[in-house]
């Protein structure tokens, strides 16, 4: 899954060396040949990404999971005056997460007459009921031409955190925290395992269609077994439109491949990676956005002209930097 806009480039205090490392290469399990390790459809497909499967520990070590807590911004609340929300969000570097800007920035009726009151991060797990060590946000920044204009495309936001991330060292490949978590006198086991993503060189494109990764902790039409594990899937995502379905090149279009059947991204994924690999290291190409939803479901609908949309982050590069330098 190496793709036309999918070069390495290192940014220096923004990338790390050793980023898009995972624990289980996806391109480098040799019993298939040197191919994506896949399943048949089956119980363990069975997602929050629609038709994916569940991810192992360790293949997505810059995943995080994300919860903002909202406080209703007056004197005059008495009672519930919080409400909390979540996404996704990729390990830039030890304190900078990458996220979708409409987790971090309210624009739903519903929210308007909120303030976020605090920002909670649990990088590298794949199990929301064993969450592990939490870290906190210092700040956060929006892409501006989203405060005003709201573009899809400009759909991307920024969370530094208080602590450093164990991110890993030469001397130390890959940092994995064991987290042990008793529930319903039961014990789950899982691992907070850390790496940071790549960036790609700026403003490049694809100009034919392709496939690539993505995964999340998002929502289902229906309830599901293992629903709070992380999901993974694969999307063929089309050549470049420069018109207004991908906003002249900003957005990345992703395509549910094969039809029904092709695994999707479903609402509360917003803030997660689609990732392609160069050299077997993992770069990030995309952050999910926005799905077609059908009325009253969550995920993306079942035919091809039901679309998925990730920000291009090639796109996004000057903004990144900027802010990661200045702050």
Known sequence: MTGQHSDIVDYPNVTLDRCGIGRQSLLLTKDVG??????NRSSLMLSEVQYGRVAE???WPWI???EVTLKY?????FNDCYRSISGTGVILNKQWIITAAHVLFMIKNEYKDYKIDSIVVYPGINDKRVLGKSYESDKHFVNPVYEYSHNTGDDIGLIKLKEELPIPTPNNPLSTAPVVQQSDNQFMYTTQTMNSICLPKESLTNFRQEFALFAGFGLLN???PNEDR????WTRISGQMSNTTDEYGKCIIGLRDPEYTGSALCK???GGPLIQYINDRAVLIGIQVEVDALKGQSCTGLTTDSLMYFVRIAH???WIVRTVSRN
């Open 230 to 233: 992380l999901r993974m899937g």
């Open 268 to 270: 509360g994924d917003s």
């Open 222 to 224: 229906n309830s599901q």
């Open 57 to 59: 520990p360790g293949e």
């Open 316 to 318: 996004q590069i000057s």
């Open 34 to 39: 040197h191919c994506l390790k896949w399943y």
């Open 64 to 66: 995080t999971y994300i």
């Open 73 to 77: 911004d007056s004197w005059l609340c």
